[in-house]
């Protein structure tokens, strides 16, 4: 897919394009003692779900673009939100989806495949 704007997904991980750049990946681990979930990005954990009314999640250290960060905790909120409710990956890329589009984010189409990058 070539374009200025998407999210492409590789197993758990994921990579977000904005304005032809590609930020990522983005992913998450079990934590050790599997009672919560760690957020990675580029192999550095950012945050972490310990529970419904715990959750942290900080990626400033990063220097990311406002946008990135934004379709980013949306995109690792509705896997993580996903796998805790043993949804199918259609149904919350569904949900993922339609978040999107409510929060003005309609530009980050999907795609789906391996190492490959967004920009071809």
């Known amino acids: 897919m070539r374009g200025t704007h998407g ?6 991980r994921f990579w977000v394009l904005h304005r032809r ?3 990522g990946p983005f992913d998450y681990e079990w934590s050790k003692d599997f009672s919560g979930v760690e957020f990675m990005y580029r192999d550095q954990k950012f945050g972490e ?3 419904a009314e715990e959750i942290f999640a900080d990626l400033k250290q ?6 990135v960060v934004e379709v980013a905790c949306l995109t690792m909120g509705m896997i993580l939100y996903g796998v805790l409710n043993g949804l199918p990956e259609a149904i919350w ?10 929060s003005g984010f309609q530009r980050f189409g999907f795609r789906e495949e391996g190492p490959g990058r967004l920009t071809g």
């Open 49 to 51: 779900y310990c529970s």
């Open 21 to 23: 750049r590609e930020f």
């Open 93 to 102: 890329k569904e949900q993922l989806r339609k978040r999107l589009d409510e």
């Open 62 to 67: 990063f220097s990311l673009p406002m946008r």
């Open 7 to 12: 999210i492409r997904f590789d197993g758990t």
